[in-house]
């Protein structure tokens, strides 16, 4: 299983941005998040998403700004990002996995100033 994020980028504060990662290498839908790691912080979920992309869940800290969906046709997962704050600065990563989350993209960087 291979993951690729992209659409990081610099945002100013109160922006928006839509990050995704695009998945490979297997053939059934499973559980997928996005987890970010904030500058010398350990790495924390921020959103997940079942299969049938009908459940979502979303940490507090974000909920009400983030929003988390996925496109299985496309093998794409998103991430809505609005109304960005200093705080949300973070190498981002999105996860899969049939039962745990056992693959990891390698992030995409997200810098709000």
């Known amino acids: 299983v291979q993951l690729v994020e992209s659409g990081g980028g610099s945002v100013q504060a109160g922006g928006s941005l839509r990050i995704s990662c695009v998945a490979s290498?297997?053939?059934?839908?499973?559980?997928m998040g996005w987890f970010r790691r904030l500058p010398g912080q350990e790495r924390e979920g921020v959103a997940s998403?079942?299969?049938?992309?009908?459940?979502?869940a979303c940490a507090s800290s974000v909920r009400g700004r983030f929003s988390i969906s996925r496109d299985n046709a496309k093998n794409t997962l998103y991430l809505q990002i609005n109304s960005l704050k200093s705080e949300d600065t973070a190498l981002y990563y999105c996860?899969?996995?049939?039962?745990?989350?056992?693959?990891w993209g390698q992030g995409t960087q997200v810098t709000v100033s």
């Open positions: 998403i079942r299969p049938g992309a009908t459940t979502t």
């Open positions: 290498g297997y053939t059934l839908p499973m559980n």
């Open positions: 996860t899969t996995g049939p039962s745990e989350y056992n693959y």
